[in-house]
């Protein structure tokens, strides 16, 4: 393991900056230590349907969980101004005020990138499936999406052309991602965000 650290100026997306670390080092990881302050902080609540919102100068109490190439898994609490505890799970949209520093602890082997799947073929483990581009905002929400729900899935994360017509091919799609559920593609984000608002979703953990 070797420890990074990793200095955010003020403005910057505290959970967006991890993952860009993540992907640029291309290995996983952890967080070791936090100090800093927010100017604006978005967490998912459990049981809420929608993340929970605050802004104004708050104070980084705790930050834990796990950082990766491909998706964060990040616990965050904090303190606003009348020393009340707030935390969930780290929403994109979390701004850092003054600044912050943390500590990360990335492993030293690489990640391996699961191979393609062939057309026609479906997991057998999970009824959710997922091809994306590693850079695409909209993959990284639906991943986010599936991790928050606890929804069982596999991720093919799509590195070349030749993967890239393969999961076409098989989706008639040339957006990405690609969600399969059962091995048929039901469409991309929006359409797993449509399948989240019915319950639908849910009923597959």
Not at 58 to 70: C, D, F, K, Y
Not at 92 to 110: I, N, S
Request: proline share 6%.
């Amino acid at each position: 393991m070797r420890a990074v650290p990793l200095k955010l100026a003020p403005g910057s997306d505290l959970r967006e900056s991890l993952q860009d670390l993540a992907q640029q080092h291309q290995c996983a990881g952890f967080v070791l230590g936090v100090v800093g302050n927010l100017s604006r902080a978005a967490f998912q609540c459990p049981g809420q349907p929608q993340p929970t919102v605050m802004e104004g100068d708050l104070e980084i109490i705790t930050l834990n969980g796990t950082v990766s190439p491909e998706s964060v898994h990040l616990h965050l609490s904090l303190s606003d101004g009348a020393c009340q505890v707030w935390g969930g799970h780290l929403e994109p949209g979390t701004r850092v005020l003054k600044g912050a520093d943390l500590l990360v602890g990335l492993l030293e082997d690489k990640l391996e990138i699961a191979e393609p799947s062939a057309p026609g073929e479906t997991e057998t483990a999970n009824r959710v499936e997922i091809a994306v581009l590693p850079s695409c905002p909209w993959s990284k929400r639906a991943v986010r999406l599936l991790r928050t729900l606890q929804i069982p899935h596999s991720v093919n994360s799509i590195e070349d052309d030749a993967a890239a017509d393969a999961v076409m091919n098989r989706s008639g799609m040339r957006t990405f991602p690609q969600v399969f559920i059962d091995g048929e593609v039901i469409g991309g984000y929006d359409a797993l965000s449509e399948w989240h608002g019915s319950g639908r979703l849910s009923e597959l953990r």
